[in-house]
């Protein structure tokens, strides 16, 4: 009897692949996007963690902005 094959991954980490690969945009043959700000904003409900908001908040009003500029230039890479 031949012993049980390990595993190279663990189970959260095939978790996180399947997401990815089933979340993930197939691109096709399309131009790319330019850098222009999209037009108007869209409010939404997101939750963070408390440290999170809370490093954003230090520095006072404008935090909802700093946070906005964080993810835009994390999808920008």
Sequence with gaps: MAPPTRRHTSAIDQAEALFKAATTKQVE???PKSNAIPVGKETVSLRLDRDVLEHFQDDGPGWQDRINV???TFIEK
């Design 29 to 31: 043959n399309v131009s």
């Design 70 to 72: 964080a993810l835009r």
